[in-house]
């Protein structure tokens, strides 16, 4: 089932939007692999494609605003790193105890959480900034 964005999550820079919905359903996919003991490759090749995907999305976020010189850049790349250093420490429960761990560990009920919160704290705050520039472009289609 595809992930819908809540309206108060929606940026309304589709790219951003698009991507956010994707990061959702697959950190909730990777919750539920784990909290469901699904196989550890299964639950791997998720977290693996998640770490991947964000890795990207937080880049791109990032270049927009090096480009238009954020003022809240270092608060918003400081949660992004927290995000990132959640997935590492979910591997590396993944590679101590498999995937039964699941419902104990707080990175993995959190993460979907986390995600809802960044973006309504940090990525809308970049958006209504975005709004304001006098950008006659998409500055997030203009990159990709
Ligand atoms: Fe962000
Ligand atoms: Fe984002």
Redesign the pocket.
Known sequence: MKHEIPIELV?GFPV?DQ??AE?LERAEQLMNALAERKDTATALRIHSYLTDYSTR??A??EEVMVRFDYPERVAHLAS?MVFTNRLRQIEDEIGAWGTGFGLMSEAVLLLPDF?IR??SE??LE?ARFLREQDSKEDPFQVVT
């Open positions: 940026t951003i991507q956010h990061l999305h937080f791109l976020e992004h995600l960044h973006v940090h990525d970049l």
